[in-house]
């Protein structure tokens, strides 16, 4: 018997990267999927979105484990896709017992100005609400709430030496923080149901987010035209541990310990897969 046997997951984000990465460790571990990505692009996004081909080869990886998946092209932004596809989901498989809200953009240096704020937003805050939202009347006692939130979250904030230069990339924190803070009172509210709600906070993850020429240009402000292999080193400073980044399946085993019965009363954390950055911005408290 696999650690979620049984279980019905549903994903967004799920047709690359650590949403697909958590679809397969899930589908390894026993459960059937319901998957939805936007697969196109976000405009004011400085990198590629996935196209219909990746959520379909998701659905591939899946299935080569012997579980059921439904994938679903739908934008998190808008709620009514999302209500469609998990109401298709669970008519198909009977019923819903994990949510991981993944999907999210990073539209940092973005010529877009306010539109990459309005869409860091809309995505990584909003959407992973809306999923979320579609999701709670479905849940019964037992049910996990995953949401993927960020060190970026977590880092203290200093002064911004040019106010509104990078709306897009100001964005990101502000979504991810406060994320997190919806996620501990939403554990509060459905405690008393015995459905539980975390928050997993990667640091750097080796997926098409990190592998941009944006984020290349953050980490060597130094260099006019960075590429990764110029940045990779720079990666380092953010983790205790001498790495530049951790891989999606190394957050992928903290989502399946936290949707399996293993962690049954385990919630409001903020679960840290950051190589020991957070090691690195505070003294030891309680």
């Not at 998946?69 to 019923?95: N, P, S, W, Y």
């Not at 994990?98 to 309005?118: E, F, K, T, Y």
Request: glycine share 10%; proline share 6%.
């Amino acid at each position: 018997m696999g650690r979620v046997e049984g279980k019905v997951a549903f994903i967004t984000g799920a047709a690359r990267g650590q949403g697909r990465s958590h679809a397969v460790r899930l589908a390894e571990e026993g459960a059937d999927i319901i998957a939805i990505d936007i697969c196109k692009d976000v405009p004011s996004n400085t990198y590629a979105m996935s196209r219909p081909e990746d959520l379909k080869e998701t659905a591939r990886l899946v299935e080569a484990h012997g579980r059921r998946i439904i994938t679903v092209e739908a934008d998190v932004r808008v709620e009514q896709e999302l209500a469609d596809a998990v109401a298709g989901g669970v008519e198909e498989f009977g019923r819903l017992d994990i949510v991981v809200a993944n999907a999210g953009i990073c539209p940092m240096l973005s010529d877009a100005g306010m539109q990459g704020w309005i869409d860091v937003i809309g995505i990584n805050l909003m959407g992973a609400q809306n999923a979320i939202h579609v999701a709670l009347p479905y849940l019964k006692e037992g049910a996990s709430i995953i949401a993927t939130g960020s060190t970026a979250a977590l880092m203290p904030s200093g002064g911004v030496e040019n106010p509104g230069a990078d709306p897009g990339g100001a964005g990101y924190p502000v979504a991810k923080q406060l994320l997190t803070h919806y996620m501990n009172e939403l554990a509060r509210v459905v405690a008393p149901q015995m459905i539980r709600a975390n928050v997993v906070h990667p640091t750097n993850v080796n997926t098409a987010m990190l592998q941009s020429d944006a984020m290349a240009k953050i980490f060597r402000p130094d260099l006019e035209d960075p590429k990764m292999e110029d940045a990779r080193d720079a990666f380092t400073v953010q983790q205790s541990m001498p790495v530049p980044w951790v891989d999606p399946v190394d957050i992928s085993n903290a989502v399946v310990y936290l949707a399996s019965d293993e962690s049954r009363y385990v919630t409001g954390t903020q679960m840290r897969v950051d190589a020991g950055g957070y090691l690195k911005w505070y003294p030891f408290h309680v």
